[in-house]
């Protein structure tokens, strides 16, 4: 079955620090990769996603390229701000099932 | 405004009274789902649906019923609750394209069981 490694958290940065959360999954067939976010008390919210190889996901300043032979997806961002501080998940969906397998979320803390 | 929308927001019960916790969409998506988040295990699926009267296990449905009668409504039931569904549980629908989809999501159910 498909599984989603996600980086361990919590992650505390300073304001307009680089962040990279790394993400690798195992998928039967050619999946579809998704990072979403998730702000204290509310819902998930999807970030950006890509649904081929080398396609480059970006929304809010945050980047994501599909990488095949690493079977990676890795989430950036130059410059975080307090803003930021959020859940991160990555997800990834294959099959006709349109089921989607997230990782343990990644805590990221964004101080002034 | 388009949304998905769960109730209630937060129920505190005992083992073994049944609940339902309700959720309805109005974009007219096919698909529709169950997730329970816990931590460190992020978001597991428990049950979804493709379609009326099409539903389908996820990875964790013990103790879990749906149903879908309505394209909108997807409610989840249980039966007997035990403790260890003490959880945050989110309802999710999908716009019907094959890949790529996103997932739209509800605020989220903060269920105890004591």
């Known amino acids: 079955g498909n599984s989603v490694t996600q980086m361990e958290g919590p992650v505390t940065l300073s304001e307009e620090a680089f962040l990279t959360i790394n993400c690798t999954y195992t998928a039967t067939g050619y999946p579809s990769l998704f990072w979403y976010v998730q702000y204290p008390g509310e819902g998930l919210q999807l970030l950006l996603k890509a649904t081929k190889a080398d396609d480059k996901g970006s929304n809010k300043g945050f980047e994501a390229t599909y990488r095949k032979e690493t079977t990676s997806f890795h989430l950036e961002k130059g410059s975080v701000q307090v803003s930021d501080s959020a859940v991160y998940f990555c997800?990834?969906?294959?099959?006709?099932?349109?089921?989607?397998?997230f990782g343990s979320g990644t805590q990221l803390t964004v101080l002034p | 405004e388009a949304q998905v929308t769960q109730n209630p927001r937060y129920l505190i019960t005992v083992t073994g009274k049944k609940l339902t916790v309700t959720c309805s969409q109005n974009?007219?998506?096919?698909?529709m789902s169950w997730y329970r988040q816990d931590p460190g295990l992020g978001l597991r699926q428990i049950y979804y649906?493709?379609?009326?009267?099409?539903?389908d296990k996820g990875d964790v449905p013990e103790g879990y019923k749906v149903s879908r009668k309505e394209k909108r409504n997807f409610p989840l039931i249980l039966e007997s609750p035990s403790p260890n569904q003490t959880s945050l549980y989110f309802c999710?629908?999908?716009?019907?394209?094959?890949?790529?989809?996103?997932?739209?999501f509800g605020p989220g159910t903060r269920l105890t069981v004591t």
């Open positions: 999710a629908s999908s716009v019907p394209d094959r890949k790529g989809y996103e997932q739209y």
């Open positions: 974009m007219n998506h096919e698909y």
């Open positions: 649906s493709m379609n009326v009267e099409v539903t």
């Open positions: 997800a990834i969906s294959s099959g006709s099932a349109r089921q989607l397998t």
